[in-house]
Nanobody, 120 residues
């Protein structure tokens, strides 16, 4: 069974940093686009940052210049370095693995989430 296990969440003051990590198991990691999502309290889940098969990142405008996504294909992990955190970054952060097979078959897996709380 595929597993995505996030770690690294916690409580931090505004302006501080956290590093999230997601360890994947039982999937062909190099074939998956890896994405960090977050869900703030009372709001919908949103994409924060993704990294494709070639290691090219993409970021939401709200985190550009502050967050960095990276992947380690040798260890099947993806990380999210979060700097200059703001109270509005408070959310549950989820790791997602997505792979397109053929024209319309998508494999999609989620981690259990890790809480990030930024105090003002």
């Amino acid at each position: 069974q595929v597993q995505l296990v996030e770690s690294g969440g916690g409580l931090v003051q505004a302006g501080g940093s956290l590093r999230l990590s997601c360890a994947a198991s039982r999937l062909a990691f190099t074939y998956y686009v890896m994405t960090w999502y977050r869900q703030p309290p009372g709001k919908e889940r949103e994409s924060v940052a993704s990294i494709n098969l070639h290691g090219i990142p993409n970021y939401a405008d709200s985190v550009k210049g502050r967050f960095t996504i990276s992947r380690d294909n040798a260890n099947d992990t993806v990380a999210l370095q979060m700097n200059n955190l703001k109270p509005e970054d408070t959310a549950v952060y989820y790791c997602n693995a997505r792979r397109l097979i053929g024209a319309d078959n998508v494999l999609n897996y989620w981690g259990q989430g890790t809480q990030v709380t930024v105090s003002s």
